[in-house]
Nanobody, 111 residues
Framework: QVQLVESGGGLVQPGGSLRLSCVAS????????MGWYRQAPGKQRELVAT???????NYVDSVKGRFTISRDNAKNTVYLQMNSLKPEDTAVYYC?????WGQGIQVTVSS
């Protein structure tokens, strides 16, 4: 079993920044990718960004140039730095590792 715990969400004004963190614990082994998904009210869950164990990254077009995913393998932690936030980034953000999901954390962008 693997547990994923997200932190760092909250309310921010448009143009602001937030940094999400996700710590994985439990049966962590092997070199697997980690990622972030999000789900806005009334919308399907979408992939935001992924990062391989070696650090290769991929982003959905809507966040390219604004979000940065990174990881610290020694700490089993993945981060999502979110800059220039927009109201449309409002969603519950989920951390993923293999088939495991975090509980989700709310990000609200509003003035």
């Amino acid at each position: 079993q693997v547990q994923l715990v997200e932190s760092g969400g909250g309310l921010v004004q448009p143009g602001g920044s937030l940094r999400l963190s996700c710590v994985a614990s439990g049966s962590i082994f092997g070199a697997y990718a980690m990622g972030w998904y999000r789900q806005a009210p009334g919308k399907q869950r979408e992939l935001v960004a992924t990062i391989t164990y070696g650090g290769n990254t991929n982003y959905v077009d809507s966040v390219k140039g604004r979000f940065t995913i990174s990881r610290d393998n020694a700490k089993n932690t993945v981060y999502l730095q979110m800059n220039s936030l927009k109201p449309e980034d409002t969603a519950v953000y989920y951390c993923t590792y293999r088939m495991y999901w975090g509980q989700g954390i709310q990000v609200t962008v509003s003035s």
